[in-house]
């Protein structure tokens, strides 16, 4: 079965740290790759996307995430993390066999960033 | 201000019981979706529709029953036959007819927990 794989379950950063997310997908082929970001006592909000072209998507509130293909990776990137970026983060990858209706979710990433 | 309700935000059951959530979207999004938010699982697909008075079963769709009436409102009912509904439960809805790299918009979430 086509799967997205988060291998960081609980990261805990310190205010100014770089932070890298791990996502990883089964798929072959067209892809399209989302991560969305649930604050606590908030709804998921979609960060970044990625569907074509450039393989480096820059998305809301300073993330970014490099598609790399060969490697069927979408990491998570963010220079420098604040404390306001203490959340839950998942990946999800659109399932071309239903035409790209369906999202397959990742088991998140719990991230606490410590002031 | 346009978006997703859903209601209530919290709800017990009795063991034995049908309850129904309600999911209503003024975005006049085609597709809406139900998951499950269980802890350190992500999301799971419930039902999915894409339009109105059709829908599909996702991954984990035994134990619930969901009915597209109108294209505003996608109800999920958790029937008796569900072995273990205690979960967050999420509504969601996206333009699937604008192509394939719509994102889907996600609502507040229904905490269901059985007494």
């Known amino acids: 079965a086509q799967s997205v794989s988060q291998h960081n379950h609980h990261v805990i950063l310190s205010e100014a740290a770089s932070l890298e997310l791990g996502c990883n997908y089964s798929y072959g082929g067209t892809v399209n790759l989302f991560w969305y970001v649930q604050y606590p006592g908030q709804h998921l909000q979609l960060l970044l996307k990625y569907f074509s072209g450039d393989p480096l998507v820059k998305g809301i509130k300073g993330f970014e995430a490099e598609f790399i293909k060969s490697k069927f990776s979408f990491n998570l990137r963010k220079p420098s993390v604040q404390w306001s970026d203490t959340a839950e983060y998942f990946c999800?990858?659109?399932?071309?066999?239903?035409?790209?209706?369906?999202?397959?979710f990742g088991t998140g990433t719990r991230l606490l960033v410590s002031p | 201000d346009g978006g997703i309700t859903q209601s209530p935000k919290y709800l017990f059951r009795k063991e034995g019981q049908n309850v129904t959530l309600s999911c209503e979207q003024n975005?006049?999004?085609?597709?809406m979706y139900w998951y499950r938010q269980d802890p350190g699982q992500g999301l799971r697909l419930i039902y999915y529709s894409q339009i109105v008075n059709d829908f599909q079963k996702g991954d984990i769709a035994e134990g619930y029953s969901v009915s597209r009436e109108k294209k505003e409102s996608f109800p999920l009912t958790v029937t008796s036959a569900q072995k273990n509904p205690t979960a967050f439960y999420l509504c969601a809805s996206r333009f699937s007819s604008q192509g394939h790299n719509q994102p889907q918009h996600f609502g507040d979430g229904t905490r269901l927990s059985i007494l």
């Open positions: 975005l006049n999004h085609d597709a």
């Open positions: 999800a990858a659109g399932a071309p066999d239903t035409g790209f209706q369906k999202l397959v």
